[in-house]
């Protein structure tokens, strides 16, 4: 099995509908990540969480919010998704420190129409 | 604007080649990161480098970090069709809480 698991690994969602992205970790990390991928922009950081009770936005927060359900768990919704939200996504979890490696997730690829 | 500017955003080459690929920023890093990207698969870890002007050596992959920690550099030398990918440096940002950024990825194709 995966370390990191994203679910689903791929949705078409309606303009305007609610959808939710699961990551779940048994790397036993207290960090998770939530990156958003598109082409010619690389990876873009849209919240971070460094433990169970912390939340952080990142660069493009606008439009999504998390959940961080335990220590294993950060989930990614987008309230009302617009087809400029069409992108690929991935989770990642991290151990604290400077330098540690970031564990990704196989991506869910999420189409808005 | 991104944080780290990546340099090229596409580069294809013959089999045999040399390339270097740069990753380019105003800020200061406590560390930055080499990832390797397959299609449908997320980003994987090739090197991290931590100290200023450290270079480190991946078989014919070589890192190099910058002096003052605001950039980095990715070496090939003798490129294979193996080494095709998308290639994306990241940083642990130093004035971001230690969050991880990316640059916008090189993507490499090495032809036969």
């Known amino acids: 099995d995966a370390d990191v698991t994203q679910t689903p690994r791929n949705r078409i969602t309606k303009t305007g509908k609610r959808i939710m992205l699961e990551c779940s970790q048994t790397?036993?990390?207290?960090?998770m990540y939530w990156y958003r991928q598109d082409p010619g922009l690389g990876l873009r950081l849209i919240y971070y969480s460094f433990d169970v009770k912390d939340i952080n936005k990142g660069e493009i927060s606008d439009g999504y919010s998390v959940s961080r359900q335990a220590q294993a768990k950060f989930s990614l919704s987008l309230e009302s998704a617009i087809p400029n939200q069409t992108a690929l996504y991935f989770c990642a979890t991290s151990a604290p420190g400077m330098n540690t490696e970031a564990f990704f997730g196989q991506g869910t690829r999420l189409t808005v129409v | 604007t991104q944080l780290l500017e990546q340099s090229p955003q596409f580069l294809s080459i013959q089999e045999g080649e040399n390339l270097t690929v740069y990753c380019n920023s105003s800020?200061?890093?406590?560390?930055l990161q080499w990832y390797r990207q397959e299609p449908g698969e997320g980003p994987v870890l090739l090197v991290t480098?931590?100290?200023?002007?450290e270079v480190k050596k991946l078989k014919r992959l070589t890192f190099q970090f910058g002096d003052a920690r605001k950039d980095s550099s990715l070496h090939i030398t003798a490129a294979q069709p193996g080494d095709t990918g998308l290639y994306l440096c990241?940083?642990?940002?130093?004035?971001?809480?230690?969050?991880?950024?990316f640059g916008q990825g090189t993507r490499l194709t090495i032809n036969p």
């Open positions: 990241a940083g642990a940002w130093v004035q971001g809480a230690q969050k991880l950024v």
């Open positions: 790397k036993g990390h207290d960090r």
């Open positions: 800020s200061v890093f406590s560390s």
């Open positions: 480098v931590v100290t200023g002007g």
